[in-house]
């Protein structure tokens, strides 16, 4: 019965959703917020792509520095490396964003380069974290079997530590990027430019729909990059150790 | 073909070696389970043949090449190993993980993959219901399977086997020995087995090594074990009951009286008890035609009687094979309490007879000559 029953949920909840979408779309329309966003959809696209490249240099920096730096972490010779800078990345979590941003551009002053570092740092911390998590997770008797077996090291990491890990270390950066594209509007606070430009000058100028003309977008942005990551996830992680499959 | 020298570990932060001047020979094609308590030092001294464990002293080889000498990824390479938790990688299917060393050592893809759905046709697991099963889709019995079946693969010389059945549940441990032992017979495979069980070591061994202390204290066939403990120790490790275990060793062939004496049913009851006061036995069995056995009739029931066999015979209650051992010979007794039993062969041939006496005789034997 519950496998009857699960998908007829998922329908009535997607249906719902849609459901919802439009009345809030004919809402909006006839409130008149519909057509004002269109009259700025110049800012939006100009600010909206200012706000993607900062996303994908600052969160696509992160990955290819985090997952690696993870990796090496985790190594025999880097364990004690590794305890000690999981204490500071726990620390680290524990800092706002904003507060990163401030420091950002206390050294690096204000403009794209400070904000795409501090945006680097707020997103490197999960993704190192969650990295060294998932490849210690993995259970010791698959690492003595496959070492067992002959395995080289670097066999090891490819064939059986990441497969494994695969899941945890994605969460990690499902929870980086989601952070990051949340934080760029206050990047805008630094010089950042993207669709903070629009939220901050809506709210100071008591704009409502200049604000929501930001607002919006970034929402929209953070559900689909959040929409992206989670169908890499379910179809790049083997079947075997996929928990959603 | 697995040789240690003088084998010792002593491991950093200890002062008493965990393997202590460990001295042993394994020849080609046999398993050699090593036994004793937990912390005895068996599971070290088979982790220091693939060299997971790097040995303090002495030497270890394998074919008449010293193990220190090989690069120590290709020689693990050439060492099959099965772990208790069996440790099938849970992102691989069950293809991919049997096909890992094979891969690795460069096979081509259409002969490794050939060969695992041929492995798998060996323990009795359809392959093409199988091979694209990932692992936590198995039961823990085809789970193991399985990892035997992955340390195999790439046909190493060698396995090692660390109490590769130890949590699988009694029945189905059972069932997995006896089809190991009958792909042993083909593959034969030179065999370290880690084990804490007597009796899986008295059924799976050609030899059994027991350890204490991280010492060897008894190396030898199960048999002798059983019957000549060198310790106190051993006799109390191997159980009081050891004598029993025995008879797991020996089969109804090795105890049965062939080509025995036989009625048939146009003979009269006066000819067999004739035959039977001439052998000296108290029944004698009835055989058909072709020389199936069909009935018996006793000594007692005979004498003094008329007729012939094949109208006055009384049925078998039951008979036994002669591949059976002699628990199984005892039990059937015991359960049709009788104190003899007719051997039959696939046919249903009379082939020959056992009873409870020659069991003793036989299992007696070994402490006469000593």
Known sequence: MADGMLPMLAQ??????????????????????LPGLLDKWDDIAFLGWQHVTLVAISGGAAIVVGVPLGVLLTRPRFRRAGDIALQFL?????????????LSMSLLGIGDSSAIFALFVASLLPIVSNTMAGLRAVPPHLLEAARGMGLSPRHMLLQVELPNALFVIYTGIRTALAINVGTVPLAFLIGGGGLGELIFTGIALNEFGTMLAGAIPTALLAVLIDFILAQLQFWTIPRGVNPLR | MI??????????????????RVSLDVPEGEICVLLGPSGCGKTTTMKMVNRLIEPSSGEILIDGKNT???????LRRSIGYVIQQIGLFPNKTVEENICIVPDILGWDRAKSRKRAAELLDMVALEPGAFLHRYPRELSGGQQQRIGVLRAIAADPPVLLMDE??????????????????????????????????????????????????????????????????????????????????????????????????????????????????????????LVGPRGRARGYVTLQGARGAGGSVGENHETLPTTIRPHEDL??????????????????????????????????RLLSETYRDG
């Open chain 2, 68 to 74: 220190a000498d090989y690069d120590v990824t290709q």
């Open chain 1, 90 to 102: 726990n620390i680290g979590a524990t800092i706002p964003t904003l507060a990163v941003l401030a």
């Open chain 2, 164 to 285: 590769p059945f130890g949590a699988i549940d009694p029945i189905n441990r059972v069932i997995i020995q006896d089809e190991f032992l009958k792909m042993q017979a083909q593959i034969r495979k030179t065999i370290l087995f880690v084990s804490h069980d007597i009796d899986e070591a008295v059924k799976m061994a050609d030899r059994i090594a027991i350890f204490k202390d991280g010492r060897l204290v008894q190396y030898d066939t199960p048999d002798n074990i059983l019957a000549h403990p060198a310790s106190n120790f051993v006799s109390d490790f191997v159980g009081g009951d050891r004598t029993l275990k025995r008879l797991q060793l020996l089969t109804v062939r090795d105890a049965m009286m062939a080509d025995p004496p036989r009625v048939r049913a146009a003979d009269t009851l006066k000819q067999a008890v004739a035959t039977m006061e001439e052998h000296g036995h108290q029944s004698i069995v």
């Open chain 1, 12 to 33: 009535m909840r997607r249906n719902g959703a849609y459901l919802a979408v439009f009345l809030l779309g004919a809402w909006a329309w006839a409130g008149g917020l």
């Open chain 2, 3 to 20: 040789r240690l020298n003088q084998v010792s570990k002593t491991f950093s932060g200890s002062t008493t070696p965990a393997v202590d």
């Open chain 2, 327 to 360: 628990r199984t010979a005892v039990s059937t007794m015991f359960r049709h309490d009788v104190s003899w039993l007719a051997c039959v062969d696939e046919d249903g041939m009379y082939v020959g007879y056992v009873t409870l006496r020659g069991f003793t």
